[in-house]
C-alpha cells in the first residue's frame, strides 16, 4: 500500500485557480496509476482525472476537461492537479487515489486514498 497525503485546497472566486498536490509514501510510487476524484455534500464520488505510471497517459471527465491538468512527478513522489477556470460547480472535497490495476475511473478499483482536501469555489 501507499499512504497519500493531499494539499493545496481552499476557497477561491469563479474563474480563478488552485493546484491541488498528492505526496505519497510507502511502495514504489511509480508502480502506481495516479487519479483524482471528487465528492459534494449528498453525492457520490466522481472521477475527475487520472495519470498512468509512467505519465504516457491521461483521462479526464467530461466536465473538467481543457480546464484541469493532472501531472505526476516520480521522482518526487507527488501527482498534481491544477485546476483553472473554476466554477462553482467544482466545490467539493477532492481526493489522490492509487490504483495496482488499469482501470483508473472507477473508485473501486483503487486501493488507497488520502484524507481529501476541501475547495470551495465562490459565485
Known amino acids: 500500500q501507499v499512504q497519500l497525503v493531499e494539499s493545496g485546497g481552499g476557497l477561491v472566486q469563479a474563474g480563478g485557480s488552485l493546484r491541488l498536490s498528492c505526496a505519497a509514501s510507502?511502495?514504489?510510487?511509480?508502480?502506481?496509476?495516479m487519479a483524482w476524484f471528487r465528492q459534494a455534500p449528498g453525492n457520490e464520488r466522481e472521477f475527475v482525472a487520472s495519470?498512468?505510471?509512467?505519465?504516457?497517459?491521461?483521462l479526464y471527465a467530461a466536465s473538467v476537461k481543457g480546464r484541469f491538468t493532472i501531472s505526476r512527478d516520480n521522482d518526487k513522489n507527488t501527482v498534481d492537479l491544477q485546476m483553472n477556470s473554476l466554477k462553482p460547480e467544482d466545490t467539493a472535497v477532492y481526493y489522490c487515489a492509487a490504483s495496482g490495476g488499469l482501470i483508473l475511473t472507477l473508485p473501486e478499483y483503487f486501493t488507497s486514498w488520502g484524507q481529501g482536501t476541501q475547495v470551495t469555489v465562490s459565485s
Open positions: 510507502g511502495r514504489t510510487f511509480s508502480s502506481y496509476g
Open positions: 495519470i498512468t505510471r509512467s505519465s504516457g497517459s491521461t
